[in-house]
C-alpha cells in the first residue's frame, strides 16, 4: 500500500454525507499514514446517513471559511444525495472545491460528489464516472461520463458507488502518494 507520509487531507462533507463514503475513505487516508480533517460549513458535528436512514455523526475539524487549500495536500468529496446538493449551493465550498482542481492538487470524488464539481466549472474536458443520476450534469458541464468502477484523470480520480469502495480507496491513495508534499 502506498504511504501518504503524513500527508493532510481534507475531506468535504456536510449533512446526509453517504456515511461508508466517508467513512471508507477516510480509514483508507489513516492506515496509509495520513492526516484526514472534516471540512464543513459549519462548526459540530454532520449527521450521516446510509442511504435514506440517519447514521452516526461525525465532528468538523474546521469549517469551509476557516480552512485553506494551500493547509492540505489533497481533498476527498464523498456522495449521498444531500450532501453535494448542499456543498453546491455553498460559494465558500464550491471555491475550496475549485482551488485544489485549479491548483493541480489531487481531489477524488465518488458517487454524487461531483455535484460540486460541475458548479465549480472543473470538469470540462475530463473523464469521470459518478452515480447514473449525476451522468447529464457532467455531460451538460463538458464532462466525458464514462461507466468505470474508477476513472483517473491527470489529478482526479473518480468512482460510482459505495460497490466500488475498494478500488477508489486503494486508486486514490496511490494517487495522493505520488503528489509531493504541498505541491
Known amino acids: 500500500m502506498a504511504d501518504l507520509n503524513g500527508k493532510k487531507i481534507a475531506f468535504l462533507a456536510t449533512d446526509m454525507v453517504e456515511q461508508v463514503e466517508l467513512m471508507e475513505p477516510w480509514k483508507a487516508v489513516e492506515q496509509a499514514g495520513g492526516k484526514p480533517e472534516l471540512v464543513s460549513l459549519k462548526e459540530g458535528e454532520i449527521q450521516g446517513f446510509n442511504h435514506y436512514d440517519k447514521a452516526d455523526t461525525f465532528p468538523v475539524d474546521r469549517t469551509v471559511d476557516e480552512a485553506s487549500p494551500d493547509d492540505y495536500d489533497a481533498l476527498v468529496l464523498p456522495g449521498g444525495v444531500g450532501n453535494p446538493d448542499t456543498l453546491r449551493k455553498d460559494e465558500n465550498a464550491v471555491q475550496f472545491a475549485r482551488a485544489f482542481m485549479d491548483a493541480g492538487k489531487p481531489v477524488a470524488v465518488i458517487c454524487h460528489g461531483p455535484w460540486t464539481l460541475v458548479e465549480a466549472d472543473v470538469v470540462r474536458g475530463r473523464t469521470i464516472t459518478s452515480w447514473p443520476s ?15 468502477e474508477v476513472v483517473v484523470d491527470d489529478n482526479l480520480t473518480s468512482s460510482r458507488k459505495p460497490d466500488d469502495l475498494p478500488a477508489f480507496c486503494a486508486t486514490f491513495v496511490e494517487e495522493f502518494a505520488r503528489t509531493p508534499v504541498g505541491a
Open 134 to 148: 449525476v451522468k447529464t450534469d457532467i455531460k451538460n458541464a463538458g464532462g466525458n461520463w464514462v461507466d468505470q
